[in-house]
């Protein structure tokens, strides 16, 4: 059956607007169209396809696994999900796991465990849950409520009350807000769609105080920053500042839908059997592939080479920005990195994205003011060479209008 661009207009929900570019083959960090074209992508599908496309060692998991066991209800559990949850536990500062399909459910997983903590602990009026503006935690009622981007939230009726709303790196405005009803404080510990912002040292220090201090719980969203993305396993790890609750997904799965809430072993006690559930959440065919890219990434050589390549993106958007004057800051940390547009090209981050496109590059915004590249976290130095050469020449594009 042939389909094309049109055929998206004719059968799928208008919600997105898809490129009339169709990729049908991708490896590593190359991707082809169906009319054969090739890309250079440094969009890592959102941040997702962290050893690029088709990783041999990957393919060859999902493949065996595939013969052997798929899917069980949570009537059972299989040796992927334990092993992947032995090795995250092993990795990390947390002591279990709950798993979920995407970054949405294991935010609402997160959510809800708080909000039980909360009210076991200290009764149903301690409930408020604080999140930042323009913070993004998923589509789901209670996840898009908790972000802070009211556009997404707004106009599907009454929203779970509750939540409030401070501005990332204001810790006094936070501290305005913050009493002994705070259950919790959810946060990325580096902004992704809202614009690739890092925390200040003394904001995210704070913010873990202000919890000590009304026993209100820590939720670090990393679904976009976690899985060796900013050079470290997990971004929380480069902060000195550990969570309370932590959430993964994107990258950990290197493409296939998986996510997992990790918390510590007295708060999980909480979530009771039958409290939380998932039908798809830890299948073995999952956490299988997730156990592969977890070990690929967890390892000096992945992790450093991260910081090595941030350094190889910075220096050469540097001399691009000499040249053509269009960006006022590179933001970000690793292989999430956010070209902030200065005062003459606010608004315009769409221009450069197509631009780029046009130029055979995949690239991503992060609002109207940032272009956003998260490519895998392996790709080949020739390959961001050539990339920000098409990049160039987008920028050309745009500025020469």
Same mark, same amino acid.
């Given at each position: 059956?042939?389909?094309?661009?049109?055929?998206?207009?004719?059968?799928?929900?208008?919600?997105?607007?898809?490129?009339?570019?169709?990729?049908?083959?991708?490896?590593?960090?190359?991707?082809?169209?169906?009319?054969?074209?090739?890309?250079?992508?440094?969009?890592?599908?959102?941040?997702?396809?962290?050893?690029?496309?088709?990783?041999?060692?990957?393919?060859?998991?999902?493949?065996?696994?595939?013969?052997?066991?798929?899917?069980?209800?949570?009537?059972?559990?299989?040796?992927?999900?334990?092993?992947?949850?032995?090795?995250?536990?092993?990795?990390?500062?947390?002591?279990?796991?709950?798993?979920?399909?995407?970054?949405?459910?294991?935010?609402?997983?997160?959510?809800?465990?708080?909000?039980?903590?909360?009210?076991?602990?200290?009764?149903?009026?301690?409930?408020?849950?604080?999140?930042?503006?323009?913070?993004?935690?998923?589509?789901?009622?209670?996840?898009?409520?908790?972000?802070?981007?009211?556009?997404?939230? $707004?106009?599907?009726?009454?929203?779970?009350?509750?939540?409030?709303?401070?501005?990332?790196?204001?810790?006094?405005?936070?501290?305005?807000?913050?009493?002994?009803?705070?259950?919790?404080?959810?946060?990325?510990?580096?902004?992704?769609?809202?614009?690739?912002?890092?925390?200040?040292?003394?904001?995210?220090?704070?913010?873990?105080?202000?919890?000590?201090?009304?026993?209100?719980?820590?939720?670090? $969203?990393?679904?976009?920053?976690?899985?060796?993305?900013?050079? $470290?396993?997990?971004?929380?790890?480069?902060?000195?500042?550990?969570?309370?609750?932590?959430?993964?997904?994107?990258?950990?799965?290197?493409?296939?839908?998986?996510?997992?809430?990790?918390?510590?072993?007295?708060?999980?006690?909480?979530?009771?059997?039958?409290?939380?559930?998932?039908?798809?959440?830890?299948?073995?065919?999952?956490?299988?592939?997730?156990?592969?890219?977890?070990?690929?990434?967890?390892?000096?050589?992945?992790?450093?080479?991260?910081?090595?390549?941030?350094?190889?993106?910075?220096?050469?958007?540097?001399?691009?920005? $000499?040249?053509?004057?269009?960006?006022?800051?590179?933001?970000?940390?690793?292989?999430?990195?956010?070209?902030?547009?200065?005062?003459?090209?606010?608004?315009?981050?769409?221009?450069?994205?197509?631009?780029?496109?046009?130029?055979?590059?995949?690239?991503?915004?992060?609002?109207?003011?940032?272009?956003?590249?998260?490519?895998?976290?392996?790709?080949?130095?020739?390959?961001?060479?050539?990339?920000?050469?098409?990049?160039?020449?987008?920028?050309?594009?745009?500025?020469?209008?």
């Amino acid at each position: 059956m042939q389909v094309s661009r049109e055929t998206f207009n004719e059968v799928m929900v208008p919600n997105y607007n898809p490129s009339a570019v169709i990729p049908v083959k991708g490896e590593g960090s190359r991707v082809w169209d169906q009319k054969g074209n090739e890309y250079i992508d440094f969009a890592g599908g959102i941040a997702v396809n962290v050893l690029g496309h088709c990783h041999p060692e990957l393919v060859s998991v999902l493949k065996e696994q595939g013969e052997r066991l798929w899917h069980l209800s949570n009537v059972f559990t299989n040796e992927p999900a334990l092993r992947l949850a032995k090795k995250l536990v092993d990795a990390t500062f947390a002591e279990r796991v709950f798993y979920a399909n995407s970054g949405a459910e294991a935010n609402e997983a997160a959510l809800k465990l708080a909000r039980r903590v909360a009210l076991d602990k200290y009764g149903p009026e301690k409930d408020q849950i604080i999140s930042f503006n323009q913070g993004f935690h998923g589509r789901t009622f209670f996840t898009v409520t908790v972000g802070g981007q009211a556009a997404y939230s $707004d106009g599907f009726g009454p929203k779970p009350g509750g939540v409030q709303h401070s501005d990332y790196n204001d810790l006094a405005a936070l501290d305005e807000i913050m009493s002994d009803k705070t259950c919790a404080v959810m946060m990325e510990p580096l902004q992704g769609e809202g614009g690739i912002i890092s925390p200040t040292q003394e904001f995210v220090e704070g913010v873990r105080d202000l919890c000590d201090k009304y026993n209100a719980l820590l939720i670090f $969203d990393e679904v976009q920053s976690g899985v060796g993305r900013t050079g $470290d396993l997990f971004a929380y790890m480069g902060l000195g500042v550990t969570p309370d609750i932590l959430t993964s997904a994107k990258s950990l799965g290197g493409g296939f839908p998986i996510g997992a809430m990790l918390t510590t072993e007295a708060l999980a006690a909480h979530l009771k059997p039958g409290t939380h559930g998932s039908t798809y959440g830890g299948n073995p065919l999952g956490c299988a592939v997730a156990e592969k890219v977890l070990d690929i990434i967890n390892s000096p050589e992945v992790l450093q080479g991260v910081k090595r390549k941030e350094q190889l993106f910075r220096d050469t958007l540097e001399k691009i920005n $000499d040249k053509y004057q269009v960006f006022a800051e590179v933001r970000g940390k690793g292989l999430l990195l956010g070209c902030a547009l200065n005062e003459k090209y606010k608004g315009r981050s769409r221009d450069f994205l197509v631009a780029s496109t046009e130029e055979k590059l995949m690239c991503l915004i992060a609002g109207a003011n940032v272009i956003r590249f998260a490519p895998s976290l392996i790709i080949p130095d020739e390959d961001i060479i050539e990339g920000l050469a098409s990049f160039e020449r987008a920028v050309a594009r745009v500025v020469n209008g």
